[in-house]
């Protein structure tokens, strides 16, 4: 694979085979049978869905740090994001991020230092690692959930190691500035 990373940091999850071969076949033959089964599969199982998002980081992420993507990868991309329904919304956005079909502030291009890929990666693995074990009727409990996977509904800094199943977004922990200078 292509990469400024001399490692991939997800690449101890991309060992299934489906998900390898399903890419192959969508970028290089146009054939979109197997990716659909599989992200089928990918709504009742969340390795399924860690393997598929640890996958695509490798192929699509990665490679934009030292290239554009090619026309077959953008056209492969299209059609994994038109596959997205039912889904829930955090792991939507971050295959999308991942793809290269939704700006972000993690989008990387061959441009980006090591540093920037780096530093974007470690959120992404994160994200990927969250948004796959969360299921459709989930929400994210933690603020620090939240802030990965819905950070528009969070307007204030929070104590994003604090649990919170009760308020949407965490306002009990909203930290106020002016009550720790009394």
């Known amino acids: ?3 400024k990373f001399p490692f991939g940091p997800l ?5 299934s085979d489906d998900t390898m071969m399903a890419l192959a076949q969508l970028v290089k033959e146009k054939e979109d049978g197997p990716i659909k089964t599989l992200i089928q599969k990918a709504r ?3 390795e399924t869905r860690f393997s598929l998002l640890a996958t695509l980081y490798d192929f699509f992420f990665l490679v934009r ?8 990868e953008k056209a ?20 999308l991020c991942i793809v290269g079909e939704k700006d972000s502030k ?20 994160l994200l990927c690692v969250l948004s796959s074990s969360m299921t ?12 990965l996977t819905n950070p528009e509904k969070l307007n ?18 909203t930290f106020i500035h002016q009550q720790t200078l009394d």
């Open 106 to 125: 993690l989008c990387v291009s061959e441009q980006s230092s090591l540093d920037e890929v780096m530093k974007k990666s470690v959120v992404l693995h």
């Open 65 to 72: 740090t030292v290239r554009p993507a090619r026309d077959t």
């Open 44 to 46: 009742g199982c969340e």
């Open 76 to 95: 492969a991309a299209q059609t994994i994001a038109k596959m997205l329904t039912n889904f829930p919304r955090a792991f939507q956005q971050t295959l």
């Open 1 to 3: 694979l292509e990469s």
């Open 11 to 15: 690449r101890y999850a991309t060992g």
């Open 156 to 173: 204030g800094p929070y104590v994003l190691a604090m649990d919170n199943s009760y308020n949407d977004p965490p306002e009990v922990y």
């Open 136 to 147: 459709q009727s989930a929400k994210a409990q933690s603020p620090f959930q939240q802030y």
